[in-house]
């Protein structure tokens, strides 16, 4: 019986063609793992550099932001300065009888807390004078002034038998503020050509008292 050997049909791989796919294969998978580590490698290190960028800028807004209350305060101690003297003057070349005057008071809560802070005040034999100072003034700088303002009695109460009244002294006045604090019964102390303070006309009888 003979024994016929069946020959390869077209299309047929070899052993040693597939033995060689196989190594191919195996080359290719060895290439994609070495860049896909590759890959991993650059994004770590990529959110590492992201990581570090973050806290380098978390820092600088730091910096910047105590660069920013450094120039607060420091701009808020010349306003002050200014104003201090200004003040007294203006109100006085306007008929009122300051005699005595203070700073920079504080008053605290049982908490020692301060719950009230009063730029200057100025006084008379019968009247007192609660002024806040800025060097720019907005409306809700205003309002927050007339929120603490009802406290001044409570807070002061060597005071409370005195007539009290408040004023804004600003370097400058956004948009309409001075107007809005003419009409919440505040007394307004300006400049004129950025140099000249005055205190602005006023209705007595419509200031409000405390």
């Known amino acids: 019986m003979n024994t016929s050997v069946i020959p390869q049909q077209q299309g047929d791989l070899s052993w040693a063609e597939i033995k ?19 890959t ?4 770590k290190e990529t959110s590492r550099g992201i990581a570090e960028l973050k806290e380098s800028r978390a820092k600088t807004d730091e910096k910047i932001r105590e660069l920013a209350e450094q120039f607060t305060s420091t701009t808020g ?6 104003m201090h003297p200004a003040a007294i003057r203006v109100f006085q070349e306007a008929g009122y009888d300051i005699n005595r005057y203070y700073r920079n008071l504080k008053r605290k809560n049982k908490q020692k807390q301060t719950e009230m802070e009063v730029d200057l005040l100025m006084l008379d034999d019968t009247l007192v004078i609660a002024v806040e100072i800025k060097t720019d003034c907005r409306k809700k700088d205003i309002d927050h002034f007339l929120r603490q303002m009802p406290k ?29 604090a003419h009409e919440q019964g505040l007394l307004v102390i300006s400049t004129t050509d950025g140099n000249l303070f005055n205190l602005e006309p006023s209705d007595r009888k419509k200031l409000k008292r405390f």
Request: charged share 35%.
């Open 20 to 38: 060689e796919m196989i190594k191919e294969t195996s080359i290719q998978m060895q290439e994609t793992d070495r860049r896909m580590q590759e």
């Open 40 to 43: 991993d490698r650059i994004v």
């Open 77 to 82: 101690h010349i306003t002050e300065g200014i």
């Open 152 to 180: 001044f009695k409570k807070l002061f109460p060597e005071y409370r038998d005195k007539e009290v009244l408040a004023a804004v002294a600003a370097i400058n006045y956004d948009s309409d503020a001075s107007q809005y």
